[in-house]
């Protein structure tokens, strides 16, 4: 299971102060706190400073780079951003993200295969979303042909298939659900990510909505998350649900999370 | 989603204790409580008190009958316990439960006949537990045969695939799991319930797990469980899981639910 932490964004307040006011260590402490509970990759987003996001997401790739070597997945949709980024980041990231957008594969591709990076594609295109199964693993299948024709490994492909609010669409988890099952079945070798935050739009107690659709998810063969691991209440959900999916032999890392306070 | 409430059962301390001093309001403290909370069925257990079982259980159904008509489940391992108490009993319960055993169907299934009851029937034999998915889904369809022989109505059956602890077997979930689906869409009109506390033998956390795997089934389609209803953590996962699994249109359930107090 390879968790991205989804902490250092700038679209939370904390992050956002600290990004105006160059406090370092505040972000550098953000990253620490992710890697000590279990993170496998630091997303870095700066998105939210519209027309100044290259200049704060490199100084957040710089100070991040000041404490640690894991690996960061550099967030943007604007693929300039990610391109004129990329020479600085030392450990080989995940790029967050590719759509069917032509432009953002006509540009990111070539990087991913240069810099030997992993990369999220979202079952997403230019001028449609999918929200059934059947459309998520259709646009799927075009992100593994145009990653594959780029020379990129299934490894380093991880399909995000979406999911939209159930408050307005009751079946939205279940076409988001299926879609992990057929994409993990049909493309051998692809991961499945997902962030969780949409799902609970507009519903109360959004946090146990969160965990609930994690779970799940990682039952139907979900690999990886972009999520808070430091939010010890959806990672006890995310250990479990790895217990419960067969995938912990002799629940041994539960049992290790458990020892070392992780569990909520 | 039907709860059979299962805090009425002997080999609880305080139940134990309630038995053997003949507190009434103990026992039906304990049915009002779980009847606010949400459950369908009272479940009501003394076998642990071997010899006595049949007159600790006809109080207990007297006592609760005092101040309830909700519908019990009649939770004994001994055909001939329940024959004798089923006359008393004021609204018709369910029977908890059948095996393929012969003597379990010879005298349960014409009861439930008679007596227009709902039954839970174990995938288990007199010489053999149904381990994987496949032996468990068999015994399901032997259970259905036996059912629909005495005249019984699919839609009367509750069908336990029964769960084995993940800490001696990393598959024993999945096999649950992948048996509940199969008996829900082999069987139209069969329900299958589950009881959770197996699942977390032997490790830390336990009503994590319990709740993990009741969120795992119900996406699954499981539509009933033996659970404690006023276990809050618990029942705010399973009505998540009902948002998630497409079961609680516009997430209105949900909405009440915690409107009233009662996710946890």
């Known amino acids: ?10 679209s939370r307040k ?18 620490k706190a992710q890697i ?6 630091l997303d870095v987003n ?43 980041v030392k450990t080989a990231p995940m790029i967050n993200s590719i759509t069917l957008e032509p432009r953002r594969l006509e540009v990111i591709l070539p990087l991913v295969a240069e ?4 990369v ?19 646009m799927a299948g075009h992100l593994v042909e145009k990653v594959t024709a780029a020379g990129v490994s299934h490894d380093n492909l991880y399909i995000d298939p979406l999911v939209y609010p159930l408050a307005t669409n009751t079946d939205s988890a279940l076409a988001t659900l299926d879609a992990i099952e057929h994409i993990m079945k049909e493309f051998p070798g692809v991961h499945t990510t997902c962030g969780l935050t949409n799902i609970s739009y507009g519903l109360p107690n959004r946090k146990l909505v969160n965990r609930t ?3 799940a998810a ?14 010890k209440m959806l990672y006890g959900s995310l250990k479990a649900a790895l217990i419960i999916g067969g995938k912990d032999e002799f629940c041994m890392d539960y049992v290790t999370a458990f020892r070392q306070g992780r569990l909520g």
């Not at 299971?1 to 700038?10: L, V, W």
């Not at 810099?115 to 992993?118: G, L, P, S």
């Open 213 to 215: 659709f994690l779970v």
């Open 36 to 41: 000590e509970a279990g993170t496998h990759y």
């Open 1 to 10: 299971m390879i968790i991205i932490g989804e902490r250092i964004n700038s």
């Open 218 to 231: 990682i039952v139907r063969g979900l690999d990886s998350a972009i999520i808070d691991p430091t939010d």
């Open 120 to 138: 999220i594609g979202l079952c997403q295109a230019a001028d449609a979303m999918a929200e059934t199964a059947e459309d998520k693993l259709t």
């Open 115 to 118: 810099y030997k990076t992993k």
């Open 46 to 88: 700066a998105g939210s400073f519209v027309g100044e996001e290259e200049r704060y997401l490199r100084w957040l790739i710089e100070v991040v780079q000041e404490v640690t070597d894991y690996p960061l997945c550099i967030d943007s949709p604007h693929p300039e951003v990610i391109k004129s980024l990329l020479p600085l």
């Open 14 to 31: 904390s992050i956002s102060q600290a990004l105006t006011s160059h406090d370092a260590e505040f972000i550098q402490n953000e990253a």
